[in-house]
């Protein structure tokens, strides 16, 4: 079946986000990271159904919703788990702040890389906790976390180590001796791991697969909390629906403990748009991701091409991590702004040098976007 991922939708006068950022100027928004695409067929229908019903109770998570996330855990990444070990939430970024609150001590820290997506570094802030970070380095153009860099500074006061694979940004997805490593840290130091895979679907590199840090070993598995979603995979990220996969029933008790009368459900029809992506939507991904790929690639060629500017070709995501610092400016994203181009501020992540784009677009955009880039690069000289 061929899916329209070319198809202009005009989200500016909806209810977007991403969207209404800037109003009606001239200003392409690349910015926050949910794709312009049409939902997968599979999941509009699915809603449509549940809709005709006409009733929005309060839900109940089926056991066949579990078992379905069991069997797509063990048939993509070989990953055996257990069906109580699956807990429903309305979000990543919830889960992210669960696990700080409940795995640490407000004189306890954190540990995670940096630049990384914000929730990580603000999931620390606002619960008062400190967090020491390992910067990303480049290696054979790939960005990995040196945590031997951070390990000089630890105190044996952290408590949770929060891992990012695939990489946002940077789009690294981590190799099973990169993960051991990550463990090996882990068990040394004694830390509970939080491992952020939303993206984990979206892998763009041919013979490259994502591997779940829990499913490394039983001891993997017993000091970590896993976060998924179809939210970014299927573009349902307004719906709401994601999961933490806890093997530990300590840890999994300790975390919805901390959620409780706080962190609501997920809603009835964000479980709904859940299973009939993962049940139903595989064809509609497989030909995303060839989509995106070109996407890719395209971005990755004329960024690199254009004096000033360098982009390491993400291996996953639909997001690229744009190196502006021999650009010498005091704010590349307000920078790119004037010249038409909504992007994400480096800042935001922790490196104010950078700036980052998402590509999950239609290609015309994508091509009036290049354009704006040239004529930035241009003004310059």
């Known amino acids: 079946m061929a899916f329209d991922f070319d198809q202009p939708i005009d989200r500016r006068h909806s209810d977007s986000l991403k969207w209404q950022k800037y109003g009606d100027r001239d200003i392409l928004p690349l910015w926050i990271a949910d794709t312009d695409f049409h939902a997968a067929p599979c999941i509009t229908d699915a809603l449509q159904q549940r809709i005709k019903h006409g009733v929005f109770g309060y839900g109940v998570i089926s056991n066949q919703l579990k078992a379905l996330v069991v069997e797509r855990m063990a ?16 979000g990543v970024v919830c889960g992210l702040n669960l696990c700080v609150r409940a795995f640490t001590k407000p004189q ?3 540990l995670a890389p940096t630049p990384v997506y914000p929730p990580f570094r603000t999931a620390s802030a606002m619960a008062e906790r400190t967090q020491l970070t390992a910067p990303l380095r480049l290696s054979q153009q790939r960005w990995l976390a040196d945590w031997d860099a951070v390990a000089p500074q630890l105190t044996g006061a952290e408590k949770l180590l929060m891992l990012c694979n695939p990489m946002n940004p940077g789009g690294t997805v981590y190799r099973r001796d990169e993960l051991q490593a990550q463990l090996q840290f882990a068990q040394r130091h004694d830390l509970l791991v939080c491992s952020d895979e939303i993206h984990c679907d979206l892998v763009l590199e041919p013979g490259v697969e994502h591997i779940p840090f829990a499913s490394l070993s039983e001891d993997a598995a017993q000091r970590s909390i896993t976060l998924m979603s179809p939210s970014k995979s299927f573009n349902i990220a307004g719906l709401g629906a994601s999961v933490a996969i806890i093997p530990n029933p300590q840890l999994r008790a300790r975390f919805q403990q901390m959620a409780k009368g706080i962190v609501p459900d997920a809603n009835v029809l964000a479980l709904v748009a859940c299973d009939a992506a993962w049940r139903n939507g595989q064809p509609w991904l497989d030909e995303q991701l060839v989509y995106l790929r070109a996407n890719r690639d395209r971005l990755s060629t004329h960024i690199n091409a254009l004096p000033g500017l360098h982009m390491v070709t993400p291996e996953a995501t639909f997001l690229g991590w744009i190196d502006a610092r021999e650009l010498n400016l005091a704010s590349p994203a307000k920078f790119f702004e004037q010249h038409g181009l909504g992007l994400t501020a480096g800042t935001d992540f922790g490196d104010p040098g950078f700036v ?13 976007a290049l354009q704006r880039f040239t004529r930035a690069i241009n003004a310059l000289s």
């Open 75 to 90: 048939s993509r990444y070989q990953w055996q788990i257990a069906a109580e070990s699956v807990v429903f939430l309305p």
């Open 108 to 110: 306890q820290s954190t």
């Open 356 to 368: 980052r784009i998402n590509f999950g677009c239609r290609r015309a955009l994508l091509e009036q």
